[in-house]
């Protein structure tokens, strides 16, 4: 309420103009986003600038998405270094994500790999996620070894930080016959496990594999109860859901379903990634 947040502010000027890192941080967190005061950028940058140079990673975080929005990669690029020298898990994971899409040199490749994983183990779950699909082979980076063990484990490391499309690379390793041999029982079982904890878009992918028959025996009523779930859990999954439930009844699939998932709104990458949109 109104009154925690100028409590709130309160303090964060007292601790601001006393320059505790945090308080620093806080207070050019409040005017970066308008939390209680105007939105003022200037003014948020003067703040983070100190809180980071008082050692708060955090703050180079921020300065690092603001120096982005600003399409200032250079600046970006100064906050993420600093901020990685801080062990700021977000700076640390656009430095590796940066140099894994603009270098092709092993050295290069070697070193993204260490920021990403330092990244990872603090429990940032799209290093994590990216992790887990260079070691499947999904990212082609051709210097890293396939690794199906570690890409199973960093998904698991992503699902675990948040990350809900980790379920469907993780699954994949072993619909696609990434492992040893095609798995389809142990892909489904992964799949089913994220769908009893509500995870919309694992629903929605088994689904269109039954419909399409992909790594999976063709079951049109399978496909019908997955969608189901799918709308049953909502959000961008469940609305794409309807409508491909919709088709499929109509009998239209084939014709409608890549349509339906292409114009989806929201975080659908993944299951667009796999279908080869």
Known sequence: NREDWEKALYWSRKGANDRIPFCLRTLGYYYLDGIGVARDTKKAKEWLTEAAKQGNGSACSLLMQQSM???????????????????????????????????????????????????GYLGEPEASYMLGKIYAGDAKVKSVKKDVASAERWFRKAEEAGET????????????GKAARVDTEKAVSILDEAIG?????????????????????????????????????????????????????????DKEYKKIIVESEGELGEIQMRLGM
């Open 69 to 119: 929005e600003e399409s200032d990669i250079n600046g970006a690029m100064k906050w993420a270094r600093k901020g990685a020298g801080l062990n700021d898990p977000s700076c640390l994971s656009f430095l590796g994500m940066h140099m894994i899409m603009t270098n092709s040199s092993k050295k290069k490749i070697a070193e993204a790999m260490d920021y990403l994983t330092s990244a």
């Open 197 to 253: 904890k509500g995870n919309g878009n694992a629903a929605l992918y088994l689904a269109i594999c039954y419909a399409n028959g992909t790594g999976i025996t063709k079951n049109l009523l399978k496909a019908q109860e997955y969608l189901n779930k799918a709308i049953f859990c909502g959000m961008e999954a469940g609305t794409a859901a309807q409508k491909l439930l919709a088709v499929l009844m109509a009998g239209n699939w």
């Open 165 to 176: 499309d980790a379920v469907i690379s993780r699954a994949a390793i072993y619909m696609e």
